[in-house]
């Protein structure tokens, strides 16, 4: 039977005609070949079930290898776009040895005396081929000893770590190479995190695949930190021990490669008995390495290396960080290395540290207080000791410049000066009763109230409801100017309760605004460094001017003063007046005992303490006339002791007429100002002796 011929039938297009959805075309014709006219072509199953109507009608056929096939080409895809993504977040490592500027900065005293030494970072690049061989073994030997044989991980470093950490029960060994130490150490942040691990691990792989062991080594000398603001080895070698790092000894090296571990605790200047013993620990791994021989430790240890003795204390650190940070305000970047002159006295330094440290150990515990900051500086502005906490080493935030407290009563001689300036006089008298303002019930802290009073006698017992009183009659606002004109920096909220302190300000600031009581009437802008010149002795900057001008008249200094000198005398402030010396001031405590503050003054110094806790948590009554004023009074006590005792210059210097200065409001008609200091005196005296009282 003659075979019948294949369709080749031509259907042209219909352009005219909408075309049809998938779901109304017709099937495409099967092109099968016949030979005798009978259909011997039998579909697959799916096939017959599809022409039946069953479940597989019209769906494409696909196998499940397909499927997956496809979903693995996709996840490869998605994985590849992200981590193209990740990897492109990653920091640029080209370059890393390259020499960069000097920030060698050197910091001196008031009397020449070396507060800090900081920088060397991305200076000179000590190459670890200029150095002795047993400098980089000491780090390799503590830090990570297959160093030379891992790729930039350590599975078996990491193995052996897990391990022992399991036995002990606590972590004791970490698995970290130094490779990846250097990886953190020049692009990441110290978050613990699974992200950031992950960018370490392959941060030492990428960079043991561009540089070698020895340029890798380099890199971490260079670059890994000694404490006290030493970065690298030349910058350690030169600060503990005043050598280069090419002429280290064999127990040098072994001090600095443990000190690595924990910075402060093994600081060879304030703590070369932990140093020597870490050192020690060094050396018995290089042994046990095959580093040195038995013989080369014994005589490493019989040998204590001489430390350069910094006369700087460890609190000094908060100054001279406070320092640093200005000086690109200065002189913008530095190329080379500089000297910078300051007005900081490191025996005044070390007298405010070993006062907060005598009166917490007394105090500190019972009244469940944890910090402490303190700000001395002269009348004029000049730093002379900062305390930023109670322990540089293990917490360098400089409360003193950053931390944000409520003063407390301590803002209250701005509202009395504003009050003086609209008309009020020290022994005017005043209502200490309940008032109530717009709903607002201040009160007093003994929980009762006094009568009438003299507004001396209302500032030396720190009445908020005398103060309440006078801020509504004066405006909060012309009370925000005022605290403003004499130094405050940071924003205050011009509410009645600002005449309590209710707004938060520094340390530093609030002694600062407190110097033109101090000397008469001028306002200050606190400072710190005198003089920037190159190490070589070519002047770049130095200080020149003074304050910002006067700021209050001389009879309203006086005024304020005089009643502040009642606040040692017999109110609020009674444990920090001073034996032999003319001094004021004025205490002050928040609201549930979070800060505690007494700033006072003599003729020589303004000191500001503030006394309190980190987290704001609240202290056991304690309040500004106890903790901060004992502070004071041992520190103003051992600073001034040996010098000449002078008057109160707001009170010695008044003259016999004065004109008001332009910055403070005209007084009212028809007041005349006294024409000598008894007559100012004689204002003052209000009620007779008074008894101590805690002020709010």
Same mark, same amino acid.
């Given at each position: 039977?003659?075979?019948?011929?294949?369709?080749?039938?031509?259907?042209?297009?219909?352009?005219?005609?909408?075309?049809?959805?998938?779901?109304?075309?017709?099937?495409?014709?099967?092109?099968?070949?016949?030979?005798?006219?009978?259909?011997?072509?039998?579909?697959?199953?799916?096939?017959?079930?599809?022409?039946?109507?069953?479940?597989?009608?019209?769906?494409?056929?696909?196998?499940?290898?397909?499927?997956?096939?496809?979903?693995?080409?996709?996840?490869?895809?998605?994985?590849?776009?992200?981590?193209?993504?990740?990897?492109?977040?990653?920091?640029?490592?080209?370059?890393?040895?390259?020499?960069?500027?000097?920030?060698?900065?050197?910091?001196?005293?008031?009397?020449?005396?070396?507060?800090?030494?900081?920088?060397?970072?991305?200076?000179?690049?000590?190459?670890?081929?200029?150095?002795?061989?047993?400098?980089?073994?000491?780090?390799?030997?503590?830090?990570?000893?297959?160093?030379?044989?891992?790729?930039?991980?350590?599975?078996?470093?990491?193995?052996?770590?897990?391990?022992?950490?399991?036995?002990?029960?606590?972590?004791?060994?970490?698995?970290?190479?130094?490779?990846?130490?250097?990886?953190?150490?020049?692009?990441?942040?110290?978050?613990?995190?699974?992200?950031?691990?992950?960018?370490?691990?392959?941060?030492?792989?990428?960079?043991?695949?561009?540089?070698?062991?020895?340029?890798?080594?380099?890199?971490?000398?260079?670059?890994?930190?000694?404490?006290?603001?030493?970065?690298?080895?030349?910058?350690?070698?030169?600060?503990?021990?005043?050598?280069?790092?090419?002429?280290?000894?064999?127990?040098? !090296?072994?001090?600095?490669?443990?000190?690595?571990? !924990?910075?402060?605790?093994?600081?060879?200047?304030?703590?070369?008995?932990?140093?020597?013993?870490?050192?020690?620990?060094?050396?018995?791994?290089?042994?046990?390495?095959?580093?040195?021989?038995?013989?080369?430790?014994?005589?490493?240890?019989?040998?204590?290396?001489?430390?350069?003795?910094?006369?700087?204390?460890?609190?000094?650190?908060?100054?001279?960080?406070?320092?640093?940070?200005?000086?690109?305000?200065?002189?913008?970047?530095?190329?080379?290395?500089?000297?910078?002159?300051?007005?900081?006295?490191?025996?005044?330094?070390?007298?405010?540290?070993?006062?907060?440290?005598?009166?917490?150990?007394?105090?500190?515990?019972?009244?469940?207080?944890?910090?402490?900051?303190?700000?001395?500086?002269?009348?004029?502005?000049?730093?002379?000791?900062?305390?930023?906490?109670?322990?540089?080493?293990?917490?360098?935030?400089?409360?003193?410049?950053?931390?944000?407290?409520?003063?407390?009563?301590?803002?209250?001689?701005?509202?009395?000066?504003?009050?003086?300036?609209?008309?009020?006089?020290?022994?005017?008298?005043?209502?200490?009763?309940?008032?109530?303002?717009?709903?607002?019930?201040?009160?007093?802290?003994?929980?009762?109230?006094?009568?009438?009073?003299?507004?001396?006698? !209302?500032?030396?017992?720190?009445?908020?409801?005398?103060?309440?009183?006078?801020?509504?009659?004066?405006?909060?606002?012309?009370?925000?100017?005022?605290?403003?004109?004499?130094?405050?920096?940071?924003?205050?909220?011009?509410?009645?309760?600002?005449?309590?302190?209710?707004?938060?300000?520094?340390?530093?600031?609030?002694?600062?605004?407190?110097?033109?009581?101090?000397?008469?009437?001028?306002?200050?802008?606190?400072?710190?460094?005198?003089?920037?010149?190159?190490?070589?002795?070519?002047?770049?900057?130095?200080?020149?001017?003074?304050?910002?001008?006067?700021?209050?008249?001389?009879?309203?200094?006086?005024?304020?003063?005089?009643?502040?000198?009642?606040?040692?005398?017999?109110?609020?402030?009674?444990?920090?007046?001073?034996?032999?010396?003319?001094?004021?001031?004025?205490?002050?405590?928040?609201?549930?005992?979070?800060?505690?503050?007494?700033?006072?003054?003599?003729?020589?110094?303004?000191?500001?303490?503030? @006394?309190?806790?980190?987290?704001?948590?609240?202290? @056991?009554?304690?309040?500004?006339?106890?903790?901060?004023?004992?502070?004071?009074?041992?520190?103003?006590?051992?600073?001034?002791?040996?010098?000449?005792?002078?008057?109160?210059?707001?009170?010695?210097?008044?003259?016999?007429?004065?004109?008001?200065?332009?910055?403070?409001?005209?007084?009212?008609?028809?007041?005349?100002?006294?024409?000598?200091?008894?007559?100012?005196?004689?204002?003052?005296?209000?009620?007779?002796?008074?008894?101590?009282?805690?002020?709010?």
């Amino acid at each position: 039977m003659a075979k019948k011929k294949k369709s080749r039938r031509k259907v042209e297009p219909q352009f005219e005609r909408r075309l049809k959805t998938i779901a109304e075309r017709e099937p495409p014709e099967p092109d099968y070949d016949f030979d005798d006219g009978e259909d011997d072509y039998e579909p697959p199953p799916r096939a017959r079930r599809a022409a039946k109507g069953g479940d597989d009608a019209g769906k494409p056929q696909r196998s499940w290898p397909y499927v997956l096939a496809l979903l693995f080409a996709w996840g490869i895809i998605g994985g590849g776009v992200f981590f193209s993504r990740w990897i492109s977040e990653l920091p640029d490592t080209r370059g890393l040895l390259a020499q960069g500027p000097s920030h060698d900065i050197t910091i001196l005293d008031v009397h020449g005396h070396q507060i800090a030494r900081r920088g060397l970072t991305h200076g000179t690049m000590v190459d670890v081929s200029s150095l002795p061989s047993y400098v980089p073994n000491a780090f390799i030997a503590i830090e990570d000893r297959r160093f030379r044989d891992h790729f930039g991980l350590d599975p078996i470093g990491l193995g052996r770590a897990a391990f022992e950490n399991m036995i002990a029960g606590h972590v004791m060994q970490g698995g970290s190479t130094l490779t990846q130490q250097l990886a953190k150490n020049l692009f990441l942040d110290p978050k613990r995190t699974f992200e950031r691990k992950l960018q370490e691990a392959f941060l030492a792989l990428y960079l043991e695949s561009r540089y070698s062991k020895d340029q890798i080594l380099t890199l971490y000398l260079n670059r890994v930190y000694f404490g006290d603001g030493m970065t690298g080895i030349e910058a350690a070698a030169e600060g503990f021990f005043g050598k280069p790092a090419a002429q280290l000894t064999l127990p040098e !090296a072994a001090m600095l490669a443990g000190s690595v571990k !924990a910075p402060t605790r093994y600081n060879p200047v304030f703590h070369p008995d932990a140093s020597v013993a870490r050192g020690a620990v060094v050396l018995r791994a290089m042994e046990d390495a095959g580093y040195i021989t038995d013989g080369q430790r014994e005589a490493a240890q019989a040998t204590r290396p001489r430390v350069v003795r910094n006369t700087a204390t460890d609190g000094s650190g908060y100054f001279a960080d406070w320092v640093v940070d200005q000086i690109g305000d200065y002189v913008g970047s530095i190329s080379e290395p500089v000297v910078v002159r300051t007005t900081f006295d490191l025996a005044t330094q070390e007298k405010a540290e070993r006062a907060v440290a005598q009166n917490f150990a007394f105090y500190g515990t019972k009244l469940h207080a944890r910090q402490a900051a303190l700000v001395a500086m002269t009348p004029d502005g000049a730093i002379r000791a900062m305390v930023g906490g109670r322990a540089y080493g293990k917490s360098p935030y400089n409360r003193a410049v950053s931390a944000m407290r409520q003063p407390g009563s301590a803002f209250k001689p701005f509202l009395y000066l504003t009050a003086f300036e609209h008309g009020h006089k020290p022994s005017d008298i005043m209502n200490d009763g309940p008032v109530n303002i717009r709903g607002w019930k201040p009160q007093n802290y003994e929980g009762h109230f006094e009568g009438e009073m003299t507004l001396t006698h !209302a500032f030396a017992k720190s009445s908020n409801v005398v103060a309440a009183q006078l801020i509504m009659e004066v405006g909060p606002k012309a009370v925000a100017r005022t605290a403003h004109r004499l130094g405050i920096k940071s924003s205050l909220l011009a509410v009645p309760s600002l005449a309590l302190g209710s707004s938060a300000v520094t340390p530093l600031e609030l002694t600062s605004a407190y110097a033109p009581f101090a000397n008469g009437g001028d306002a200050v802008i606190p400072y710190g460094i005198e003089s920037i010149a190159t190490r070589k002795g070519k002047l770049i900057w130095e200080r020149k001017g003074s304050g910002r001008g006067r700021v209050m008249s001389a009879l309203n200094a006086a005024e304020v003063v005089g009643m502040m000198t009642e606040v040692v005398s017999t109110g609020t402030g009674k444990a920090a007046r001073l034996d032999e010396r003319p001094s004021a001031g004025k205490t002050g405590t928040t609201q549930d005992f979070h800060d505690a503050w007494f700033v006072g003054f003599t003729a020589d110094l303004v000191t500001g303490v503030w @006394v309190g806790n980190d987290d704001n948590s609240s202290m @056991v009554h304690s309040t500004g006339g106890v903790l901060p004023a004992h502070v004071f009074h041992t520190f103003m006590e051992d600073a001034e002791k040996g010098l000449p005792v002078k008057p109160l210059p707001a009170l010695a210097a008044m003259p016999v007429a004065e004109e008001p200065p332009d910055t403070a409001p005209t007084p009212v008609s028809g007041e005349k100002p006294p024409a000598t200091i008894e007559d100012i005196l004689n204002r003052l005296a209000g009620t007779g002796t008074q008894s101590s009282v805690t002020p709010p």
